[in-house]
């Protein structure tokens, strides 16, 4: 302990006079940025009178260019230097790993939530993605490997400690190594939840580990239980992402398809607090909207679409007459060939001649084309869906999409996402239990041409041990799988409500607390809150936030999010006990709750 403070104190006091350092050198550079582009702008003339006056007046010019790029390129080095050292203030480092390589001494790797180092480049902090760290996520000590710059790197773990620390005071050490006897992760689980969603970085779980770093596939689909830290692997995935193609990927090279805005909402600050920008975010109807806007068609939604039977019927050869294309590009096709492959041959061929369309929404006759594809008529989703297949359209600036509660997603939308992103990398998270209303597709079908990669997490991280078990027996073909880490807590209870003011009193929060009354309609959510004073009322539209108190909202609008304590109203309802989608929602708003459970009837 003595040895880890003084260590700490050391890291602290490094990164505390960088940060002065930093700021200083930061604006020193903005200072001399400033006087270079004056000074620019003083000997702006051209001087391009005698041939050699006009090469000396470009080679300036260029000579002033390299100055300035590297004045930014020292810029951006400092500030992003800067911003690391403001991120680990807080907290230096989680881990310390002694790791024998079989050669020297035993080495000490710390890990932290961003990388540092000294002014000579030595590694004082790792990041908590880079290789290395992989020993330290594999969640035992001895033999193991990690693979570095495609080599694999055989290391033996002596040791495998985690810290709790708060600035520059040392508050706990614990050496580990077994994960589910892990302190810290458990006193982590057993923190209040007021704000939102937390990043987990210090206490991934081996399996969620693997999810994280998988690089093998293109296509990663993970069907996990209620609380197993699926959006929590989601958001670290995308960190873990950008930190491997940092360099080649700009910021808006991934995109997270959320559910709605209180969701967003939720899960707001988690990559911030990893030192990484907010993702673009959007969730699926707002998508679709804009891309129909960028291409052309007015008011694009879901309503009423044929995409599921469009896209087995541009599997099929279709007739091209009535479409009247260039004979000349038809010649490139054959008659035998599926309708969408011959029009991509078609586009191809307008595109080697420069003769696409100017407004490629009105390049076919949608009348004639549902006619020809057997529907009575094509909506603008519909139309926007064909434009992107039959021109094989793909929006390569995305380089990875991230989709959180999958199941929830209908097969229009897993055609029009695989059409559109062809060539990203999909990380894909969702309960096939968590759908409240109808059936979850099979979305492995829509990737039957590229690598998948499905995985299941089955702990359930979220809730006490008794909560686990009561919603794990509505989770059907899962509920033998459902394995709780935290211990077994309150029993959830049952009862029927005599008034609020009564039950309130009896359910008293601590000030950090946070409680959810999880109604079944958004309209019994706004009576509710009308009727029961100082409440957070939160819908889908997220206009508000979750906050320590009473929050009220219906159950698709608690989907995803968590509570210290949990109330689930008209319990025995026609919509809890559905034949088809009951055991669904009991399953779910029965997960909300992190440490209390109670049931109204
Ligand atoms: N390895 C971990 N370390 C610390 N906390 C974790 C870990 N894994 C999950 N948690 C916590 O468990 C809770 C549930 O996680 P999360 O919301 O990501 O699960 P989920 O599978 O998306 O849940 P659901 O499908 O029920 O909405 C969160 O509070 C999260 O911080």
């Known amino acids: 302990m003595e040895t880890e403070a003084q260590h700490l104190h050391t890291i602290f006091n490094t990164l505390t006079t960088d940060v002065h350092k930093l700021t200083k050198r930061l604006a020193a550079l903005t200072t001399e940025g400033r006087s270079v582009k004056q000074q620019l702008g003083q000997d702006g003339h051209l001087d391009l009178g005698s041939i050699t006056e006009t090469l000396d007046t470009f080679a300036n010019i260029e000579a002033n260019n390299r100055q300035i790029d590297a004045l930014n390129v020292r810029y951006d080095a400092t500030s992003i230097r800067l911003a690391h050292a403001k991120l680990l203030i807080p907290q230096a480092y989680f881990a310390k790993l002694t790791l024998d390589y079989g050669d020297d001494d035993p080495e000490a790797v710390y890990l932290g939530k961003v990388g540092y180092a000294d002014d000579d480049a030595h590694d004082l902090i790792y990041d908590w993605r880079a290789p290395v760290a992989e020993a330290y996520y594999a969640n035992r000590t001895g033999a193991t490997s990690y693979q570095a710059n495609n080599r694999t790197i055989e290391v033996t773990v002596l040791g495998r400690r985690q810290f709790v620390i708060d600035h520059d005071r040392l508050v706990s050490v614990v050496n580990t190594t077994a994960a589910l006897t892990d302190e810290l992760l458990l006193a982590v689980l057993a923190e209040n939840r007021r704000d939102g969603l937390q990043e987990i970085t210090a206490t991934i779980q081996a399996e969620q580990n693997a999810i994280i770093r998988e690089t093998q596939h293109p296509v990663v689909l993970v069907d996990g239980v209620a609380g197993s830290g699926k959006t929590s692997v989601l958001l670290q995935r995308v960190a873990f992402q950008l930190y491997q193609h940092r360099g080649d990927w700009s910021p808006d090279a991934v995109l997270l398809i959320t559910p709605n805005k209180a969701f967003r909402q939720y899960i707001q600050g988690v990559l911030p607090a990893l030192g990484e920008q907010e993702p673009l975010s959007v969730t699926y109807p707002t998508l679709i909207h804009q891309l129909g806007t960028q291409f052309g068609f007015a008011d694009v939604t879901q309503a009423n679409n044929h995409i599921v039977q469009l896209a087995k019927r541009i599997q099929q050869p279709v007739d091209l007459t009535p479409l009247q294309l260039p004979e000349n590009a038809l010649h490139q096709t054959s008659a035998t060939m599926p309708f969408v492959a011959r029009m ?38 519909d139309q926007l869906y064909l434009l992107f297949a039959l021109t094989d359209y793909h929006q390569t600036s995305t380089k990875a999409v991230f989709i959180d509660e999958a199941q929830d997603y209908d097969d229009d939308t897993w055609a029009l996402l695989t059409t559109i992103f062809g060539t990203a990398e999909f990380t894909i998270v969702g309960d096939h239990r968590q759908r409240l209303f109808g059936t979850a597709p099979s979305i492995t079908t829509w990737f039957t041409n590229r690598s998948v990669q499905p995985l299941n997490l089955t702990t359930s991280y979220r809730a006490t041990g008794a909560i686990t078990a009561f919603f794990a027996q509505y989770a059907t073909e899962w509920s033998p799988l459902i394995q709780a880490v935290q211990a077994p807590g309150l029993m959830p209870t049952q009862r029927k409500l005599t008034t609020w003011s009564e039950l309130l009193a009896t359910n008293k929060l601590a000030d950090d607390q946070s409680l959810g009354i999880i109604t079944p309609t958004p309209a019994a959510a706004k009576r509710l809150a009308d009727e029961i004073p100082d409440t957070t009322r939160l819908t889908r539209q997220g206009q508000t936030k979750i906050s320590a108190g009473i929050n009220i909202l219906d159950l698709v609008t608690a989907k995803g999010l968590e509570f210290d304590h949990v109330i689930i109203v008209d319990w025995d309802s026609d919509y809890y006990t559905d034949p088809q989608n009951g055991a669904n929602r009991r399953y779910v708003a029965a997960s909300r709750g992190t440490k209390t459970l109670t049931l109204l009837t």
Do not use: I, K
Not at 354 to 381: C, E, F, I, K, R
């Open 344 to 381: 991509r041959g078609v586009w191809r061929w307008l595109a080697a001649v420069h003769q696409l369309p100017d407004d490629p929404a009105s390049w076919l006759n949608w009348h004639t084309v549902a006619h020809m594809l057997g529907v009575s008529s094509l909506t603008t989703y």
